[in-house]
């Protein structure tokens, strides 16, 4: 499986940016496709989730601001993210995988080479 991740960049806070994530491959098997993001200097931490079926899972910091959504027909992920902070600047790495029971890292096997969100106050 292979993750083709697009749409980062720098932007002014407030404004907005929309991620997208295209799996290609074996991707039958998969039944999560999702978004993480590492800040320098932090650990990486999940930004939201979307299973095969629709349902999604966001972290706290992305609640109200962020919205995930997949296009099953083109194996595709976008995040779409509004009023944009300087915290939120990070690498967006995209995952896929296959959950079985409470959502873990460890059910994403497969990422994507990340992009850079920049956020300026």
């Known amino acids: 499986v292979q993750l083709q991740a697009s749409g980062g960049g720098s932007v002014q806070a407030g404004k907005s940016l929309r991620l997208s994530c295209r799996a290609s491959?074996?991707?039958?098997?998969?039944?999560?496709m999702g978004w993480y993001r590492q800040a320098p200097g932090k650990q990486r931490e999940l930004v939201a989730d979307?299973?095969?079926?629709?349902?999604?899972n966001y972290a706290d910091s992305a609640k109200g601001r962020f919205a995930i959504s997949r296009d099953n027909t083109k194996n595709t992920v976008y995040l779409e993210m509004n009023s944009l902070k300087a915290e939120d600047t990070a690498v967006y790495y995209c995952?896929?995988?296959?959950?079985?029971?409470?959502?873990?890292?460890?059910?994403?096997?497969?990422w994507g080479q990340g992009t850079l969100v920049t956020v300026s106050s």
């Open positions: 995952a896929a995988g296959n959950q079985v029971g409470p959502r873990s890292e460890k059910g994403y096997f497969y």
């Open positions: 491959g074996r991707i039958l098997s998969l039944n999560i």
């Open positions: 979307c299973t095969i079926g629709g349902v999604t």
